[in-house]
């Protein structure tokens, strides 16, 4: 029977080449909008390499305030780190998990390998204290970098792995494209996915700050780990010391868990609409395969009576339908997986091959259930067709 | 392979009182009535219709237009049901089957030929013929294959396998037909107006075949015809009007 309906399928390939093109199609958007979600979800399964919770933190503006700018950030470093409710204070770049601020660069060198595109992020000591960050190898920033040659930081897999392959990174020094500075690895951390939960482990690198009177003044903002089931009281008593140490300097709290729902409420709007897109378009699909089942059956009520009369139950002529039906989608996805294979081949979006493996095979079965569904329905009317009356139809 | 069209003419024709002294009854109906009812119309197709056929026979049944001939061959053909009567199929009431027991029947006992011919155009001749033998279980690809090259050689198709039917005239279509009639080996043929679409040189030719495979198969075959030359040439003549079988 499978012969019989790919010969008949083929022997119909002109009226059935515009349906095999709109599961085609209609196969590449699924499998692009599942793309999206294998990736989406292949991200969110990967670990964060952080700990948000009980992280707030606290944005601080000198405005006109000129004197003493690191002096007052130490002394107020030092106040909320002796505050009863705070674990531990970090200072460091703007570019904090789930903010709308990022600094990248892919000027690291290694012999003659050139860094990929690098997350730089600026961190003293006290930040795998508030963040929790996972150390694989080696250690994170203390004292002892204090009296270091080159640059200290720390790297997470993705960057060491880009760069020293299987080789340790603990040790190994960085240059910059023109060889005028150096950093040297202490560390390598598990992971660092702090754009979104959606991100992607991109590769990541902390460049050792400390509120030195020799350091630079640029960054202002402190994350601060309180701890569990700390309020408002605690984030009040904050404020006010904050007020009171910088003497009227501006300052702004977020915890980072309303930071992280901000940004899910801003990743996930595009996603959804993008989803709604898809769904509508999908519907569409759908109808018109329906309508183009119902149509297809009402001219072959001949057909079905004389299959009847040849010896087909009304289950046989139900699954007849439903069988053409998938062995056109099996033809249109073929098409259109010979079209998705192309994605990972080519390298278009750089994702790992098991995420387009995954997204085919959820394109692939969305729309086999799709055409099933559609033709379900249409079938099951063939079934009932009376064979007397299908036989005068003509 | 023994060509029907070639032999036809030459053997003798049994009588229809032979063969109801000396065959069994193949098809049995009894107070057979049919009435298509709608919300305001009821029609009475078929009037306490009684009639036996027996195995070998070649009948005819003639009558005007809208005198119930078809709906009769539907309800032979177990396509249909009648609104009440008995139909006995070999002597075994058939009114109880389930949908799968009817076309299992169907498909082993009865081959239907058509006025229009019923082929499905997106096949080929080869394929038509194999169609009955594709709803029979333990029936192999291969065996399906000769089995319809077989059919094909009775009827002097043997050359046209490939062909569509768009290419080929009524009366080899018909051929086809009859061919694919043949290939599930059925006890029973039953036949609705088959010359009714031909020219009468091509009618003759349909009702030669028709008349070989009866005397030489011996196989059983109802006829509808509006052509009286041709009812005359089978063994028994039932003339039907307003659903009541008059002869």
């Known amino acids: ?394 | 392979m023994e060509n029907i069209l070639a032999q036809s003419a030459v053997r003798p024709q049994a009588t229809a009182a032979t063969l109801a002294a000396t065959a069994q009854p193949v098809i049995q109906l009894r107070d057979i009535e049919k009435v298509y009812q709608t919300k305001t119309i009821e029609t009475v197709a078929l009037n306490r219709v009684n009639l036996t056929i027996h195995k070998g026979e070649f009948v005819s049944i003639m009558g005007p237009s809208g005198c119930g001939k078809s709906t009769l061959l539907s309800i032979i053909g177990l396509l249909d049901e009648p609104t009440s009567g008995v139909i006995e199929l070999d002597g075994r009431p058939v009114q109880s089957y389930s949908d799968k027991e009817l076309a299992a029947l169907r498909n082993q006992k009865i081959g239907f030929v058509f006025q229009s011919y019923h082929l499905i155009n997106d096949l080929s001749v080869l394929d038509n013929v194999e169609l009955p033998l594709l709803y029979r279980s333990g029936v192999g690809g291969r065996e399906r294959r000769e089995r319809a090259y077989a059919a094909l050689d009775k009827v002097g198709l043997s050359a046209r396998t490939n062909h569509f039917p768009s290419q080929l005239s009524g009366g080899q279509r018909q051929r086809v037909a009859i061919a694919r009639a043949l290939a599930g080996n059925p006890e029973i043929i039953l036949a609705d107006e088959p010359t009714g679409n031909l020219d009468s040189v091509m009618g003759e030719e349909i009702m030669d075949l028709l008349l070989g495979l009866n005397r030489q198969e011996g196989t059983t075959i109802v006829m509808v015809t509006h052509d009286e030359q041709q009812a005359h040439k089978t063994q028994r003549l039932i003339r039907f009007f307003d659903g009541s079988q008059v002869q």
Not at chain 1, 172 to 179: I, N, S
Not at chain 1, 217 to 239: D, F, I, K
Not at chain 1, 253 to 261: I, K
């Open chain 1, 1 to 394: 029977m499978i012969r019989h309906l790919f010969t008949l399928i083929w022997n119909r390939k002109r009226a059935n080449f515009l349906l095999m093109a709109e599961i085609l199609l209609s196969f590449f958007v699924l499998f692009v909008v599942s793309l999206l979600l294998v990736n989406n979800y292949h991200n969110y399964r990967q670990p964060k390499g952080f700990a948000p919770d009980n992280v707030w933190e606290f944005n601080v503006d000198p405005g006109q305030d000129t004197v003493d700018r690191k002096g007052t950030l130490r002394r107020l470093v030092q106040e909320l780190q002796a505050t009863p409710g705070v674990a531990a204070v970090t200072w460091t770049s703007s570019n904090t998990p789930y903010s709308f601020s990022n600094m990248n660069t892919d000027q690291y060198r290694y012999k003659d390998q050139k860094a990929p595109l690098t997350e730089v992020y600026d961190a003293d000591d006290e930040m795998v204290r508030v963040l929790g960050q996972k150390v694989v190898a080696g250690r994170w920033f203390d004292r002892r970098d204090d009296a270091a040659t080159h640059t200290p930081v720390v790297v997470n897999q993705k960057f060491a792995e880009a760069m020293f392959g299987q080789e340790s990174a603990v040790g190994k020094v960085l240059t910059d494209d023109k060889r005028t500075r150096q950093w040297q690895v202490v560390g390598v951390i598990e992971a660092y996915r702090s754009g979104n939960d959606f991100a992607a482990n991109e590769a990541a690198l902390f460049e050792r700050h400390v509120l030195q009177d020799t350091a630079q003044y640029g960054n202002n903002t402190l994350l601060v780990r309180v701890q569990p089931g700390s309020g408002a009281v605690l984030e009040q008593q904050l404020v006010r010391k904050i007020k009171a140490v910088t003497k009227g300097w501006d300052a702004n709290v977020n915890t980072l868990a309303e930071n992280r729902q901000d940004k899910l409420r801003i990743m996930l709007t595009p996603l959804v609409a993008l989803g709604l897109v898809g769904g509508f378009l999908i519907l569409n699909v759908a109808l018109g395969l329906f309508g183009v089942l119902w149509y297809n059956i009402s001219q072959r009520k001949a057909e079905i009576g004389l299959r009847r009369a040849l010896g087909a139950t009304g289950r046989g002529i139900s699954r007849q339908f439903l069988g053409e039906m998938l062995v056109v989608t099996t033809l249109g996805v073929t098409g259109g997986l010979l079209l998705a294979v192309q994605f990972p081949l080519l390298g278009v979006f750089g994702l790992p091959p098991q995420v387009y493996a995954l997204a085919m095979s959820l394109a692939t079965l969305l729309i086999f259930a799709l055409t099933a569904i559609c033709a379900l329905q249409p079938s099951r009317t063939a079934a009932g067709i009376h064979p007397a009356v299908a036989l005068r139809e003509e």
